[in-house]
C-alpha cells in the first residue's frame, strides 16, 4: 500500500503550498494513504483540513488520511485518535475508516472547531438553524460547531459564559445575521458575512482511526 508523507516543513502551511503538494502526491495513481504531519500543536488541525480541502476539491477522498498530530488537538479528540508517537504507529498499520466530512459554503474543511462570532468583539445577532432545529434568534455570545465521527455529521450549541450550552445533533449548522465573522481551528476570517453554513460533504472522509 503506497503511503505518502506530506509535511507541514516541506510544504509550509500556505494554502498554495499544500494544494501543490496533494497535487503532486495524486500523480501517482497507486497511492492509496496519506500521512499528514504538522510542524507544532497550535496549527495542526489548520494544517490537516487544509490537506483533506485539497483531497476533496481533487475529487480524491478515496485516498486515505492519517494524522500525526504532535500533540492533543481538538481533531484528536472529536476523533479519538493519539498524538506524537501513537500516532506514527497508527498512520503506519492503522485502519481506514468512513467518517463525515464537514465543509462550509467556501470550500473549507472542519476537523476541530469551528465558531460562529460577532464581529469587533460585539454579540453575534442574527439566528443559527441545526437541520431544521431553530438553535437561537436574537444575539448570543457566538456558535460553537464541531464535526462528528458518526452520523449525522456535526453539532452546534451557543456559547454561553457560564455554563455549556447543549449540543444540537445535525448535518448542517446554519447561522444569519447582520455581523457574522468565522473562526475556523483557532483562527478568525475578518471578513464580515451575512451567512455562513458548515454541513456534511455528500462523500465521506477515509481517516485512519483503526488499530
Known sequence: MPIVPITEAETTAEKRAIRAAVAGTLIDPDVSRVVVTPL????ADAY????????????????EVAYVAPSPTRATAVYGLP???GATALAERGRAQAVPLIRDDAATVLVGRARHLGADDAKLHGETYVDNERLFTGEV???EIEP???APGLRARRVRPLV?????LGRAAQTGGTNIVVEREGTITPRVLKRSTFYRH??????????
Not at 507544532?40 to 496549527?43: K, N, Q
Not at 455549556?164 to 444540537?168: A, E, P
Open 148 to 150: 462528528l465521527r458518526d
Open 202 to 211: 455528500h462523500v465521506d472522509m477515509n481517516l485512519v482511526l483503526l488499530p
Open 141 to 143: 455570545l457566538g456558535v
Open 40 to 43: 507544532d500543536g497550535a496549527g
Open 48 to 63: 490537516l483540513a487544509q490537506v483533506v480541502a485539497a483531497l476533496m476539491i481533487s475529487d480524491r477522498l478515496d485516498v
Open 164 to 168: 455549556k450550552g447543549r449540543w444540537h
Open 83 to 85: 498524538h506524537g508517537v
